[in-house]
């Protein structure tokens, strides 16, 4: 069995950081791609971000420059660091976790972001 929970969402003012925080149970974490999701009121779930096994990132074209994933496999964690934040990005964020044809989802932390 694998669980997520995601932490470090809260509300900030455009312009302001946060760093979004998953800890992932489990011995096998290192063999897991991670991935950043979000979805806004009214909109459709996005991919964030993406970190591969060896490190590789992908970003969606709205945060590239902005956020940062990262991974501790020593940890079990992952990390979407952002900054330069923006009303857009308000969104529920959930970390999810994929190999093979397995996919393992948290249950999602809020980030809100005023003007």
């Known amino acids: 069995q694998v669980t997520l929970v995601e932490s470090g969402g809260g509300t900030v003012q455009t312009g302001g950081s946060l760093e979004l925080s998953c800890t992932v149970s489990?011995?096998?974490?290192?063999?897991?791609?991670m991935n950043w999701f979000r979805r806004a009121p009214g909109k459709q779930r996005e991919e964030v971000a993406s970190?591969?096994?060896?490190?590789?990132?992908e970003y969606a074209d709205s945060v590239k420059g902005r956020f940062t994933i990262s991974r501790d496999n020593a940890k079990n964690m992952v990390y979407l660091q952002m900054v330069n934040l923006k009303p857009d990005d308000t969104a529920v964020y959930y970390c999810?976790?994929?190999?093979?044809?397995?996919?393992?989802w948290g249950q999602g932390t809020q980030v809100t972001v005023s003007s």
């Open positions: 999810a976790a994929h190999r093979g044809p397995n996919n393992y």
């Open positions: 970190i591969r096994t060896l490190g590789t990132t």
């Open positions: 489990g011995r096998t974490f290192r063999y897991f791609a």
